[in-house]
Every structure is written in structure tokens, then in C-alpha cells.
């Protein structure tokens, strides 16, 4: 039996999940399709930025300010000229590309350092731990605002500024899923044989811990986004004439009266790419849960249909057993 099915047996749970299911159910779920079809769309768009968009971003034309959108400029220009549409697609490369950075740089830190807080345990887990009480106890924002200031104005010191915020949630997740795996018996077999605290978390808690993870990563991939999006807002992130969708917001709050789509298109490249993440993140939360699975309703029918009908080899033995009573 493979690790991830000696967890759900261990959890009383009484199917296995397959590929071919585990993708018809998503496939079943039109949120989580439609969360993933935007995020695709959006991320392919911007991946493809210099190819849909045929103006520089950055060149400026005071001649042709605050312009309508048309065919040449679909979303108009702003306040010194600059196409608006080629600025929403190349900052989304800037914005997602430090979204995602980001969120890979949490997850990796804190999936770490949670399984050695949880596996090693005495010293380790008390410093660890210790260390992700003191960092959740201050404000969010003003540690990202101390840490950025210090480490100055920049794409790398945001991402790692946040990197650093936000990576003990993964880790105090990881560490309590940790606890309770390392309790599972197919660990204490590996124990029983000689297998090395080391080689046990990597082996075999480390793959258990892959679905939550990386659902949690999805979900948390949204606040990722609004938290670079707002140190660009407030200055620390890029500098102009950069795009960056936290930035074009924040160049255009000065002219909210004369030019307010020049608010609403960041805005709504940014409310959108969250909603799309979070869509998404519950959708494979739905996944990989198993309880959540085993409550859906068409899986539900299915298996009390399984359970009411009969199988054939018990048809048979019934009507054998039957015939030699009568006879």
C-alpha cells in the first residue's frame, strides 16, 4: 500500500482516489474551471505581452493624453500618452511574476522549516516556533514596510520581503500536519526497520504533505498578489515609468476626477486575477480533500446505488442456497 492510501485508511476513509476521477470531478466543478480558465487566459496574455501589445509601454505621447479607447489604444492612453492596454499586459507579467515568485519562495521556507519544527522536534521546534510567534504577533504591514525600507526599493527585496512575512502560516500548517502524520503506523514501520528521522521526512511525510500545501499555496496566492500590488501602491515596489498593476494605480489616483478608468482597469486586473486564484484554490481544495469528496452528492448517489445493487456472484449464491432449501 503507498503512503498517500495508508493516510486515508488511517483516516477511515474507504475509497482511493484516480487520476481519471479526481480530473472528471474538477471538471464537474464550473467554478473551479472558470478560476483556472481565467488564470490561463490572463497568464498567457501577459506571458504573450509584446506580441498582443504593439505599443511600448513606457513611450510617451503628450500629444494624444487621457485618449478614448479605440483601435489603436482599446483601453486609451494616460495622463502623458502611454497605451493603457500594453501597460495592463506587461504589468501583469511584473505583478503575477512576483505573485508567483513569491509564493513558491513562502512555500518552500515554510514547508521546511515546519517539517524540521515537526519531525526534529526539542531545540529545533522550539526556536522555529518560538521565532513564528514573535513574527505573527506584529502587524503584517508594518513588518513589511520595516523589512522593505531596509532592504530598499526594489523587485527582488519586495519578493523577499514577503517571503519572509508570510512564511510562518506555512510553517505552523505544516508543523501540526507534521505531528499528526508522524503518528500514522506506516511511519512507525519505517521507525521499526531503521529508517533515519531524515530519511522519514523526506520520504514519507514530505509526499503526504504535497495536496495541502499546494492547496493552501492556491488559495493564499491571491493575498500574495494584493500584498505586492500594495507596497507598489504605497512606493516600495517598482519605480516609474515601470508598469506594474500596484503602481498604475497608484500613479492614477491623481486624476480619480478627469480619468477614472485609469483606476478601474488595474483594479479590475487585480480583483479579478484574486478571484480566479481563490476559485481555483477551493476547487482543488475540493480535490484533494477526501471528506469533501465523499460528501459530494453525485458521488454520494453513486455509491449507494453500488451498495443497494447486488453483485452477480452474490445473485448467484443466493439462488443456490434458495434451490437447496426448496428442494
Known amino acids: ?137 506584529m502587524p503584517t504591514l508594518i513588518l513589511a514596510l520595516v523589512i522593505v525600507g531596509l532592504l530598499g526599493q526594489s523587485l527582488r527585496n519586495l519578493v523577499i520581503t514577503i517571503i519572509l512575512v508570510q512564511w510562518p502560516r506555512y510553517a505552523r500548517l505544516v508543523r501540526g500536519m507534521s505531528l499528526r502524520i508522524r503518528e500514522q503506523e506506516f511511519v512507525e514501520a519505517a521507525r521499526a526497520v531503521g529508517a533515519t528521522r531524515f530519511r522519514i521526512m523526506l520520504r514519507h511525510i514530505a509526499p503526504n504533505l504535497v495536496g ?29 515609468p515601470t508598469p506594474e498593476w500596484g503602481a498604475m494605480l497608484a500613479e492614477a489616483r491623481g486624476f480619480i476626477g478627469k480619468a477614472p478608468q485609469l483606476l478601474a482597469f488595474p483594479g479590475l486586473s487585480i480583483t479579478l486575477m484574486v478571484l480566479a486564484f481563490n476559485l481555483a484554490g477551493d476547487g482543488l481544495r475540493d480535490l484533494l480533500d477526501p471528506r469533501t469528496v465523499e460528501s459530494t452528492p453525485g458521488l454520494e448517489r453513486g455509491r449507494l446505488r453500488r451498495r443497494k445493487a447486488p453483485s452477480p456472484a452474490a445473485g448467484a449464491g443466493t439462488s443456490q442456497v434458495t434451490g437447496n432449501v426448496i428442494s
Open 1 to 137: 500500500m503507498s503512503t498517500s492510501g495508508a493516510v486515508l485508511l488511517q483516516a477511515g476513509e474507504s475509497f482511493t482516489v484516480t487520476r481519471g476521477k479526481a480530473f472528471r470531478r474538477l471538471v464537474r466543478d464550473r467554478t473551479a474551471v472558470l478560476g483556472l480558465v481565467i488564470i490561463v487566459l490572463v497568464g498567457t496574455a501577459c506571458l504573450l505581452a509584446p506580441l498582443l501589445a504593439h505599443h511600448d509601454p513606457i513611450a510617451t505621447d503628450f500629444s494624444n493624453r487621457f485618449a478614448s479607447p479605440s483601435r489603436s489604444h482599446p483601453l486609451g492612453t494616460d495622463n502623458v500618452g502611454r497605451d493603457v492596454f500594453s501597460r495592463i499586459l506587461h504589468g501583469g507579467r511584473l505583478s503575477l511574476g512576483m505573485a508567483v515568485s513569491a509564493t513558491a519562495g513562502i512555500t518552500i521556507v515554510g514547508l521546511l522549516l515546519g517539517l524540521v519544527a515537526g519531525i526534529y522536534g526539542r531545540l529545533a521546534e522550539t526556536v522555529i516556533m518560538r521565532t513564528v510567534d514573535v513574527l505573527l504577533a
Open 212 to 240: 495541502p500545501v499546494v492547496v493552501f499555496s492556491t488559495i493564499d496566492m491571491g493575498s500574495t498578489l494584493l500584498a505586492v500590488s500594495g507596497l507598489s501602491f504605497l512606493g516600495f515596489g517598482v519605480g516609474p
